[in-house]
């Protein structure tokens, strides 16, 4: 197993750990950690069939850990996202918009590695607006399981969408993974492709 490997599953194992320790519920915990065990799951399988590069292995990693840690607390209660509320006197904790934010950066990071590798769209123009299309199909399938659950449990609910009575915090959601996608292909891409040639050699 490389360092890289290694290390990956040493700190999402301790976050895993540390954030199933008396988290504020464990039906909130489960549905927000659910998404983190099954990117694990997929990475730990297509280890020696499909290796990442460097860049998207951290990327994921730093995307589990943004939601064991709102699972831990549940999104509206963070103390990181209470410390930014409080020092640019905000309405709302807002790191759920962080999570919303990487469910596009990271995401877009990820597809492109695969729309490359496997040469499914050459054309990087294409292949970018299919990217952001795809960040954001996540985005609005990600909103349709908070409403599904939210309709089976309204207890469930209120810890899990995390609104905070804020009356547009869906579409505020699925700009904040669009713009995070778009943002990711902006600034990771030519560092990407390095990787990829990194990779290949």
Not at 35 to 64: G, Q, S
Not at 87 to 108: M, S, V, W
């Amino acid at each position: 197993m490389q360092p890289l490997q290694t290390a990956w599953i040493v700190i999402f194992l301790a976050v895993l750990v540390w954030s199933g320790i008396g988290p504020h519920d464990y039906p909130t915990w489960w549905l927000e950690v659910a998404p983190a065990l099954i990117a694990a799951a997929i990475l730990w399988f297509t280890r020696e069939r499909f290796p990442l590069t460097r860049l998207t292995y951290i990327l994921v990693l730093i995307h589990c850990t943004i939601l064991m840690v709102g699972g831990h607390y549940t999104y509206a209660e963070v103390p990181l996202g209470e410390w930014i509320r409080e020092a640019f006197d905000q309405t709302r904790n807002n790191y759920d918009k962080l999570g919303h934010f990487a469910q596009g950066f990271i995401p877009a990071i990820v597809a492109r590695e695969i729309l490359i590798r496997l040469n499914i769209i050459n054309f990087a123009g294409w292949r970018n607006f299919l990217i952001v299309c795809l960040c954001l199909a996540i985005s609005a399938f990600y909103e349709l399981i908070e409403w599904w659950v939210a309709l089976l449990s309204a207890e469930a609910a209120d810890s899990f969408l995390g609104t905070q009575g804020y009356v547009w915090d869906t579409q505020s959601d699925m700009a904040w993974a669009l713009f995070g996608a778009v943002v990711s292909l902006l600034v990771l891409g030519s560092l990407h492709d390095r990787q990829l040639r990194a990779l290949n050699e």
